[in-house]
């Protein structure tokens, strides 16, 4: 154990380090965004979203059906806003695109919370959580399916293009990552100081004394689905960018599993907590990289790709010292 | 027997039997003449099963029995004690290495020490068991997975309700990176190893006193075939582990694990002690997922560590919730619904497919169903071998069904397919009455 302590000291230069920061700050920005999704969604409605990793990866389909097919299949129109044939898009075009993404997937959002949801308000948590389960399964195969067998492009302009900061080589997808992060996190945090927010708050803590102080409750629920399909599905986008796994495209392996390693930052963070996300997501990236990182000499003894269990095992741990996470609410328990 | 107050109790064994009627006795019975028969081959019974499943009914049925223990010990722990888990599949794996560990083909311990690399080569992995029979691994693959879920168990009390389901969740992928880790047991992490047979041995002789991978005579009294000797292996434990189960459930044990479930802290403060329960909810429960975990690993003769994933865990989800949570019948009717529907949509559109040369009256809805996945050929139901594109083949178009299935009986029928039957014979019961 000294020994690993020795070597985490001497292995890395300088520039690794700061590309490892810089690589978990910008895994934890996509780990924020989609720990968002989840939280906003567990906040207003009380529901577990088990169907975030579909609904990310349907955004990011819709995103490289906009990009790479040119428009949504069995509409009669294209999408004028797409690249010609080979080309990539320009900056604004690409963020208009990823915007029209997300507006669909917040669509999509909205037509399952009206059609699997809100017939169950009122039910066990468990079986809410289990009926998005279902609603996973059930998706899944169409991404899949749509995804083919390689991975579907997303047409990102920098591609995998870097800047130098003297030893340091810093792609350009991680700062865009942490930059939309930031970003959206902060419009969260904005958000729930709105007139809208606030009544979303109000339903969080009681939803029927909402109700009588003449919250509309259905379309609190509403919105907040919309919200957190879209902050899954961009978090799923910002992952198709080159330098991570999927590398410039929509993965049939990495991206459905995505929003499960995310459970880990949720449960850190506390399900309920807004802050807790986006802290959790820093701490579990970070431990995952890092871990990644300077762990690389045992590969062979740990296993390939151990990194990706490290969430868990912080998660565990952290169930020991603070069952309900670092900002969640403790449950009260009545007889 | 009061024959018009069909829920007069006259004393407590009464009230606590199995099968509290004679009707019930009798229908058990029948339903278990005619599994046999099933299994036999019987003409026009035999037929049932073929008409929904085609001439190797048997498979999906056999392979079924094995998930349908390990769905009896996930209704004990979420549908009796109330304890939410998605970590059913990791103590199945836990179960099945155990049994690949123990009667796995391998002869000699030795060459199992854990030097990966050392193992590199495809052909070398997986190789690892000490070769010991299936009185052995059984017992002990049950026993081992339970130990697990003693250990797990105190998160059950640190946690509750949908943290304690994302922390069982943890657990599945932690498992699947010890198959990642461990190659000489897991074999290769895509293809696999293979699992020891179901075959009988008192020790490691050549012949086993007896046989369930082959056909042939059993003690030359009657000729079978392997798909019937497995088959009638797996029902007969199935039928030992449903009473083990049921008299469980309706022991004292079973009604603390019940009082728990419905609200821990007032169970404590009847004196029930919470975690103890739950620790046995736990331990009940992986015994059962290992025990069939071993036997389906060992029924398929070949499993991957992929297998054993979080998509596992959720079948059993729901199962519980498709059957009926909290009941052995409903456990056994959600296994059967939802293992065997997959099977029976498969088949019906292979039957759906000849349709469309036959020229008869199905011809249209099959041409309207099925495309080739050629160009101009349309039609959900991809059955050519043209590369996918937005139409999906059968079994993905299972996988949509299966999803919808859990959101609509979650909506519409909570207590599930048991809650059906409950509906259709209290209607019965009650009969000319509404009330």
Redesign the interface.
């Known amino acids: 154990m000294i020994n690993a302590f020795l070597q985490l000291a001497q292995v890395g230069t300088g520039a690794t380090l700061v590309q490892t920061l810089l690589k978990s700050f910008a895994l934890g920005s996509v780990y924020v965004l989609i720990a968002l999704g989840f939280v906003i969604i567990f906040k207003a409605t009380q529901v577990l979203n088990f169907a975030a990793g579909a609904l990310s990866m349907a955004g990011a389909m819709f995103m490289t059906i906009l990009i790479s097919d040119g428009g949504l299949p069995l509409l009669p129109f294209g999408n004028p806003l797409a690249p010609a044939e080979g080309e990539t898009a320009s900056v604004v075009l690409f963020f208009v695109n990823v915007l029209i993404a997300l507006a669909l997937a917040a669509l999509l959002g909205l037509v399952i919370e009206r059609l699997a949801i809100r017939p169950m308000v009122g039910q066990p948590l468990f079986a809410m959580a289990v009926i998005t389960l279902g609603i996973e399964i059930a998706i899944r195969p169409f991404n899949l399916d749509a995804t083919a067998l390689e991975g579907r492009r997303l047409g990102v302009p920098w591609g995998a293009s870097s800047w130098n900061w003297g030893d340091a080589v810093v792609p350009k997808s991680y700062i865009v990552a942490v930059i939309i992060a930031a970003i959206a996190g902060a419009g969260v945090l904005l958000f729930f100081r709105t007139k809208l927010g606030v009544a979303m708050r109000a339903v969080a803590f009681d939803q029927e004394a909402a109700m009588a102080q003449g919250i509309n409750v259905g379309r609190v629920f509403a919105i907040a689905w919309a919200m957190g399909t879209a902050l899954a599905a961009l978090g799923a986008i910002v992952y198709g960018m080159a330098p991570f796994p999927p590398g410039g495209s929509v993965s049939q392996e990495i991206h459905p599993l995505l929003a499960l390693r995310v459970l880990p930052v949720i449960v850190l963070g506390g399900l309920d907590s807004v802050a807790g996300a986006i802290y959790g997501g820093l701490i579990i990236a970070t431990a995952e990289v890092f871990a990644g990182q300077y762990l690389s000499q045992w590969n062979s003894t740990l296993g390939s790709g151990y990194s990706t269990i490290v969430p868990y095992l912080v998660m565990l741990f952290m169930l020991l010292v603070k069952p309900y996470g670092l900002f969640g609410t403790p449950e009260i328990r009545r007889v | 027997m009061a024959f018009n107050r069909p829920l007069l109790r006259t004393s407590y064994e009464q009230d606590a039997a199995i099968f509290p009627t004679y009707t019930q006795k009798g229908a058990m019975v029948a339903f278990g003449v005619f599994l046999v028969l099933m299994g036999l081959g019987a003409p026009y019974i035999s037929a049932i099963p073929e008409f929904f499943l085609g001439p190797t009914w048997i498979n999906p049925i056999t392979n079924m029995l094995p998930l349908a223990i390990s769905a009896l010990g996930i209704n004990i722990l979420v549908g009796v004690t109330g304890q ?1 888990s998605l970590g059913h599949a990791f103590f199945m794996g836990v179960g099945a290495y155990t049994a690949v560990a123990l009667g796995g083909s391998g002869d000699e311990w030795q060459a199992c020490v854990p030097f ?2 050392e193992i590199g080569l495809l052909e070398e992995r997986g190789q690892c068991g000490l070769g010991l029979p299936i009185w052995v691994w059984l017992p002990f693959s049950g026993a081992v997975a339970a130990a697990f879920g003693i250990f797990v168990s105190p ?1 059950a009390m ?6 304690l ?3 069982t ?2 657990l599945v ?2 498992g699947l ?2 198959g ?2 461990f190659p000489e047991y897991a074999g290769d992490f895509e293809s696999g190893r293979k699992w020891p047979s179901l075959d009988f041995r008192l020790w490691k002789e050549e012949t086993p006193l007896i046989e369930f991978s082959e056909d042939g005579k059993w003690f030359g009294l009657i000729h079978l075939s392997e798909e019937q000797k497995q088959y009638f292996l797996l029902m007969a434990l199935l039928g030992g582990f449903i009473i083990l189960a049921k008299n469980l459930v309706r022991s004292r044990t079973g009604r603390a694990l019940q009082a728990i479930r419905d ?1 821990d ?2 169970a404590e ?1 009847m004196g029930v002690p919470e975690f103890e329960y739950k620790r046995l909810g736990f331990a009940i429960s992986s015994f059962y997922a290992g025990i069939g975990g071993a036997l389906w690993g060992s029924y398929l003769g070949r499993r991957s560590p992929v297998d054993w994933s ?2 596992l865990s ?1 079948d059993f ?2 199962i519980l ?1 498709i059957g009926g949570a909290g009941t052995i019948a409903g456990t056994m009717l959600g296994a059967v619904f939802v293992e065997l529907t997959p099977e029976i949509v498969k088949h019906r559109t292979d039957w759906l497919a000849e349709q469309i040369d036959a020229s008869n009256i199905f011809t249209p809805v099959a041409n309207f169903l099925l495309t080739t996945g050629e160009s101009g050929d349309f039609g959900p139901i991809n059955i050519g071998t043209v ?4 139409t ?1 083949s059968v079994f ?2 299972n ?2 069904i ?6 609509i009986f ?2 519409f029928e ?1 207590l599930g397919l048991f809650g059906i039957w409950i509906k259709i014979r209290n209607y019965w019961k009650r009969w000319p009455f509404s009330y």
Do not use: C, D, N, S
Request: overall charge positive; cysteine-free; hydrophobic content about 65%.
């Open positions: 939410v990966h690399e998160a640190k946690v509750r309700g949908l943290y389901a994302i922390v969740v943890g992928f932690i990176h010890l990642r880790m609200r802290i007032a403060v979080l998509f959720v989800i729901a919730l590369a996918p594109g937005w999906m993905q178009w996988f949509v299966y999803g919808v299935l859990i959101v979650l909506i909570p």
